[in-house]
Every structure is written in C-alpha cells, then in structure tokens.
C-alpha cells in the first residue's frame, strides 16, 4: 500500500504560475504522473515520469508550460505550471503505479491515487 498527498493548489491569475507536489508514502514505483478533471469532463492525462531515470511525458496541451519532476530522496513529484490559462482549471491528481500495464496516459494503469487539488485559473 502507498498513500499519495497533493498540496500547491489555487487561485492564480491567467499568465501566473503553480507548482504542485505529490508526497509518497514510500517509493518502488515505476510511473507516477498527473492527471485532471475539470467539473463534467473526464480525468484526462497530464504528464508522467519514470521513477528511475529522468524520461518525462506529457499531453500536448502543457507542452512548454508544464514541468514534471521527482526527488528520488523525498519521494516526492512536482507539477511546475506556468502561463497558466482559464482552461487549466481542475482538480490535478498524482498518481503512481507498480507496474504500468498499460498506456502511461491511462488513468486505469495507476493503482496509487492522491485527494486531489484544486487548481483555478482566473481570467
């Protein structure tokens, strides 16, 4: 078992940044990523990075605007969201898997998930 805390959420104005973090109760994963849900839409994939390694991953909707990071050591990932626009409003999720069985954009392949944060951009 493994727990997942998010923290770093609110209310910035468009243009302004956020970064978020993920506290994981213990490490061994292989993927951990973020994802969102924005009120009647699908949680949809943000980005993802392997535990071991630096390689990244993200929806092309935050490419340039998003980084994805993690200290091995503090068993922690972070979100550094910059130029943020009104449509990036949404509770962001972290997430992490054991053992990704399937697309590291598919929210079914993580079996570790956050409370969630809330994110809200102001135009």
């Known amino acids: 078992q493994a727990q997942l805390v998010e923290s770093g959420g609110g209310l910035v104005q468009a243009g302004g940044s956020l970064r978020l973090s993920c506290a994981a109760s213990?490490?061994?994963?292989?993927?951990m990523a973020w994802f969102r849900q924005a009120p009647g839409k699908d949680r949809e994939f943000v980005a993802a990075v392997r535990w071991s390694g630096s390689r990244t991953y993200y929806a092309d909707f935050v490419k340039g605007r998003f980084t994805i990071s993690r200290d091995n050591a503090e068993n922690t990932m972070y979100l550094q969201m910059n130029s943020l626009k009104p449509e990036d409003t949404a509770v962001y999720y972290c997430?992490?898997?054991?053992?990704?069985?399937?697309?590291?954009?598919?929210?079914?392949?993580?079996?570790?998930w956050g409370q969630g944060t809330q994110v809200t951009v102001s135009s």
């Open positions: 213990r490490s061994s994963f292989s993927f």
């Open positions: 997430a992490a898997a054991e053992s990704l069985w399937t697309s590291y954009t598919r929210s079914s392949g993580y079996e570790y």
